[in-house]
């Protein structure tokens, strides 16, 4: 079995079985599995955007990699495979969370942000919808170190697998604890407050992976007893189209009620 139909086939398994548990203990109840926008989720920015983007982005890493010949030092190609992945791991996952708290400050990255927050339910599926323009930069800036560094082949098919998982991970409706884990390693029940419709507490939690990202720059909130209410944008009327949700990252600028300063502000007052 190569690793290529191996890594696929854990994503698909491991998808499963974050269904079933959603299904067996779901955190919010409500939630159906076909939930609004279930399909345009899956099939086009899951299956058809990943595919395109992929090919997009490979072409791009080439370029800068004919450009520049960094992968010609080979700068870390005597590193053992497992510490190739962990730094990629860990030095992706830092800047995943300094972009991510940018693009809840800038208007204009908020806009080819704001489709990851459109979805009115947060489940294993709801990550994958990310605006084209988002994926291009985040992936790019994720793969483009392993290769040109001269990482070995198979650090960015693995570097791949931990993403899709995680990101399925955290968004997954299910009713968890993992205690002082969570001081360290990200998951839905902190996640699941980032998706928040109440501006102040979409402001909390940008960390991906790590969790630590959090708690050491002070965006951490983790409420003990206490539930979203809901999920999604407020007060704005967002497409459900995938070509009109990609377009409407386009429209005017001007004051955004998901954006106002007195949110901004609320970002490093959470509370364990």
């Known amino acids: 079995m190569t690793l290529e139909y191996f890594s696929t086939l854990f994503i698909v398994a491991t998808a499963a079985v974050i269904v079933i548990l959603e299904r067996r203990f779901p955190y919010d109840r409500r939630q159906g599995f076909l939930r609004e926008g279930f399909w345009n989720d899956l099939v086009l920015y899951s299956?058809?955007?990943?595919y395109v983007l992929g090919l997009l982005i490979s072409w791009l890493i080439a370029w800068i990699d004919q450009s520049v010949s960094l992968s010609r030092l080979q700068l870390i190609s005597d590193w053992p495979v497992w510490q190739?992945?962990?730094?990629?791991v860990i030095t992706h996952d830092l800047y995943i969370y300094w972009f991510h708290r940018v693009q809840h400050?800038?208007?204009?990255?908020?806009?080819?942000?704001?489709?990851?927050?459109?979805?009115?339910?947060?489940?294993?599926?709801?990550?994958?919808?990310?605006?084209a323009l988002e994926i291009l930069i985040n992936q790019t800036v994720e793969f483009a170190p392993i290769i040109l560094l001269g990482a070995a082949p198979?650090?960015?098919?693995?570097?791949?697998?931990?993403?899709?998982?995680?990101?399925?991970?955290?968004?997954?409706n299910i009713?968890?604890?993992?205690?002082?884990?969570?001081?360290?390693?990200n998951?839905?029940?902190?996640?699941?407050?980032?998706?928040s419709d109440v501006v102040a507490d979409g402001s909390y939690?940008?960390?991906?992976?790590?969790?630590?990202?959090?708690?050491?720059?002070?965006?951490?909130?983790?409420?003990?007893?206490?539930?979203?209410?809901?999920?999604g944008l407020r007060e704005i009327d967002f497409p459900t189209n995938y070509i009109r949700q990609h377009l409407f990252?386009?429209?005017?600028?001007?004051g955004d009620v998901y954006l106002d300063s007195d949110a901004a502000d609320h970002a490093g007052k959470g509370s364990a």
């Not at 998951?187 to 998706?195: A, K, N, Y």
């Not at 991906?208 to 809901?230: E, Q, R, S, V």
Request: proline residues 5%; positive net charge.
């Open 47 to 50: 299956i058809v955007q990943s």
């Open 84 to 88: 190739q992945l962990l730094l990629f």
């Open 105 to 131: 400050r800038s208007i204009r990255l908020w806009r080819v942000h704001e489709a990851h927050h459109s979805t009115k339910d947060v489940d294993w599926l709801s990550g994958s919808r990310s605006h």
């Open 154 to 172: 198979e650090v960015a098919l693995l570097k791949g697998v931990v993403s899709a998982v995680w990101g399925m991970w955290i968004h997954s």
């Open 175 to 185: 009713d968890v604890r993992t205690g002082p884990l969570q001081y360290v390693i």
């Open 187 to 195: 998951g839905p029940e902190m996640h699941r407050w980032h998706h």
């Open 205 to 231: 939690n940008f960390s991906t992976k790590l969790a630590i990202w959090d708690w050491l720059f002070g965006t951490a909130y983790l409420p003990k007893k206490k539930k979203p209410a809901a999920y």
């Open 249 to 254: 990252a386009f429209r005017p600028l001007r």
